[in-house]
């Protein structure tokens, strides 16, 4: 595959190699990370992914005046500066044109870009999702301020040309972060959500809520999630970090009952909504800090037989790991997105009486050095 900005927009640094090469380089990297922390580890399965391109439903563009026109673009990597960019091969065909057209409408519209010296002006990103099994697609402006002039015509414009476009919001940031979605999102068109299918399930989610990037590669995770928990019908289990309860929903028919728990409260509200419409009645979802369920959890004996963790990528913390093993659950199942607070994390699951069965790996972000692990670990 060829792009012309792979160099400098730094979103995709092994497009350069063929896919075997790039699933060995990242086999060869985790290997190394975990030789260099003393941890004897084997990696059981790398996954490939069957989709390589045009894979990624949440798409974030960035604008910038070039000779006067307005382009849209990838970040470049630690920096705000925009990488003008045109049908980026990660994205989806329908989605590129719908950012083409954004971006010819921000610069017809004569819609102020957010100026990040001066402070000034008014449009600061764009953020697409898409739910590529329903073909629904949510757009969420992200603005410096409230006041947003000539929204209902861009509104307008944009839904009467693509039917795929099922919701539009406004989210203001007002502050000089880099933050994407800071605030409260204001719905413009439709009801603010998408729904996408997932492992047979219907899951509803929000302007701010997360999902994982690439559909197919998300199926297949949580279908070894499920294949490593060797789940008899009679357990409970514990989702951390559960998002809008995607991994948890998942399980729910194979175990008596699921306890998700999630910080962010609006992905708690889709998480229950999700349970309802999906009619799982043996799952409950609680709106707190993983740490802080995992202390109170130990405070009140609350048994759990599995726990299954997926935290961001700075990992979870200690006092988590050493409440989640004093309930001395038979298992536990760390999925992972950052390699180096795996490693981390796992030297203290060591330490509380735990050791690793199996880590395998599955390839969520094809063409980028990241990738995602999946740890069982059981009491030793
Ligand atoms: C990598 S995502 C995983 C979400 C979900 N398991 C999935 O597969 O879609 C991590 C999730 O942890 C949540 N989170 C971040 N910090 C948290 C904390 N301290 N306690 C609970 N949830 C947290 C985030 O809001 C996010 O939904």
Do not use: W
């Not at 470049?76 to 590129?96: E, F, I, Y």
């Amino acid at each position: 595959m060829k792009c012309k900005v792979s160099k400098i927009c730094g979103g995709c640094n092994l497009l350069h190699l063929d896919y075997e090469k790039q699933i060995q380089e990242k086999k060869n990297n985790v290997e190394a990370l975990l030789t260099r922390n003393r941890l004897k580890l084997q990696i059981g399965n790398v996954y490939k992914a069957n989709r390589i391109k045009g894979y990624r439903n949440k798409i974030i563009v960035g604008f910038a005046k070039y000779k006067r026109k307005v382009v849209s673009g990838l970040y470049a990597p630690h920096s705000h500066a925009v990488v003008a960019t045109k049908n980026c091969l990660m994205h989806p065909r329908n989605v590129d044109a719908i950012i083409g057209r954004i971006t010819e409408l921000v610069d017809s519209m004569k819609i102020e870009l957010y100026n990040e010296k001066t402070g000034t002006g008014l449009l600061r990103h764009v953020l697409i999702r898409y739910a590529s099994q329903t073909n629904q697609v949510m757009i969420v402006f992200v603005t410096a301020k409230r006041a947003f002039p000539s929204r209902r015509n861009l509104v307008n414009a944009l839904v009467s040309e693509f039917k795929e476009i099922k919701t539009i919001l406004q989210s203001v940031n007002p502050r000089n972060t880099s933050v994407v979605l800071e605030n409260e999102a204001f719905v413009l068109y439709g009801d603010g959500t998408i729904t996408d299918k997932l492992c047979g399930l219907d899951f509803t989610m929000g302007a701010n809520t997360f999902y994982q990037v690439h559909h197919d590669q998300c199926e297949l995770l949580y279908k070894v999630a499920k294949e490593k928990l060797q789940l008899q019908g009679q357990e409970t289990v514990l989702d951390t970090y559960c998002g809008i309860g995607t991994i948890g929903l998942s399980l729910a028919d194979s175990c008596k009952m699921v306890t998700g728990v999630e910080i962010n409260a609006d992905s708690i509200g889709f998480a229950k909504e999700n349970a309802k419409q999906n009619r799982i009645k043996n799952a409950r979802f609680v709106s707190m800090d993983s740490t802080r369920f995992m202390e109170e959890a130990k405070k009140h004996h609350t048994h759990f037989d599995v726990i299954v963790l997926d935290p961001p990528r700075a990992g979870t913390t200690p006092t988590f790991i050493e409440n989640a093993c004093a309930l001395r659950p038979k298992k536990i199942l760390y999925i992972s997105c950052d390699p180096r607070s795996l490693v981390r994390d796992l030297h203290l699951f060591f330490r509380q009486g735990y050791k690793a069965k199996s880590m395998d790996l599955v390839d969520m972000f094809p063409n980028t050095t990241n990738v995602e692990s999946v740890v069982l670990l059981t009491r030793r």
